[in-house]
């Protein structure tokens, strides 16, 4: 894993940087340490576990701002699953789908684009939900939040991170 999970003073995660960043804010001692991999990082004379959670020792404030409509941030969004049939996707296997398809007019927009599966997406093809005879899991709206991770699916975070980023699985 060469991949460090950054969180606030206040044990938010801000971002993923390198193992490398870490270090380096470890020893310019603006980090600690919070959990840490299996492997080591080996110097001439010093060796150290590779950090895998590391927290600021001052808070940052982050300001929040509304993430850009891409495939990550809609898969992040409906939870890397299809909002027809509910099967988990990764970023190959999901699909844009316009609630009020382009042909009706539908827009490109946060409040009007979802994740599906591509057999969805086909089956529903140029109609609306309703006049598809296909149920939304959920209505689709604008996020106040970017996600911290963008990883395809969340088994492939490691487990140290879960706590950090609120899985409840």
Not at 51 to 65: D, E, H, N, Q, T
């Amino acid at each position: 894993m060469n991949n460090t999970l950054l969180l606030n003073a206040s044990y938010e995660p801000i971002k993923v940087i390198s193992w490398k960043k870490a270090i380096s804010l470890f020893f310019l001692e603006k980090v600690e340490v919070i959990e840490h991999y299996d492997a080591d990082v080996r110097s001439v004379s010093l060796s150290i576990k590779m950090p895998a959670v590391v927290r600021l020792l001052r808070y940052v404030k982050i300001s929040r701002r509304k993430p850009p409509l891409s495939k990550i941030n809609l898969l992040a969004r409906d939870n890397y699953c299809c909002q027809y049939c509910h099967k988990q996707l990764d970023y190959k296997s999901s699909t844009f789908d316009h609630v009020v398809p382009r042909s009706q007019q539908g827009q490109t927009t946060w409040d009007n684009v979802v994740i599906a599966c591509g057999t969805c997406n086909r089956k529903k093809g140029g109609r609306t939900p309703e006049q598809a005879n296909m149920k939304l899991k959920i209505q689709p709206q604008v996020p106040d939040w970017l996600p911290v991770v963008n990883v395809h699916v969340h088994r492939t975070l490691p487990n140290c991170w879960l706590l950090f980023l609120g899985d409840s699985d």
